[in-house]
């Protein structure tokens, strides 16, 4: 069964900094460009970072230009964000998923809460 399942998450206050993580099952991770994507709430989800399967490439929203970075380690089969300088408007629930996304891989998703 393919999952991606994504932890790391938590409150942290403005200025603060946390990894998140994206640990997938099956055979696909290797192969395929991956992204973080988040939904805040009442918006819609957006793309916040991608990678090529082989962690050359890489691609940031401008909002999370220069402080956000976005890695993987293919042989833990397991994406990563580290996020510092986090801001209030980066509060949202955070999700990884491959790069363009497929709605089999969508999981459950991590909180981030950036508030004093």
């Known amino acids: 069964q393919v999952r991606l399942v994504e932890s790391g998450g938590g409150l942290v206050q403005p200025g603060g900094s946390l990894r998140l993580s994206c640990a997938a099952s099956g055979g696909f991770f290797r192969v395929r460009r991956m992204a973080w994507y988040r939904q805040a709430p009442g918006k819609q989800r957006e793309l916040v970072a991608d990678?090529?399967?082989?962690?050359?490439?890489?691609n940031y929203a401008d909002s999370v230009k220069g402080r956000f970075t976005i890695s993987r380690d293919n042989a833990k089969n397991t994406a990563y964000l580290q996020m510092n300088s986090l801001k209030p408007e980066d509060t949202a629930v955070y999700y990884c998923?491959?790069?363009?996304?497929?709605?089999?891989?969508w999981g459950q998703g991590t909180q981030v809460t950036v508030s004093s």
């Open positions: 990678i090529s399967s082989g962690g050359v490439t890489t």
């Open positions: 998923n491959t790069y363009p996304v497929d709605s089999v891989y």
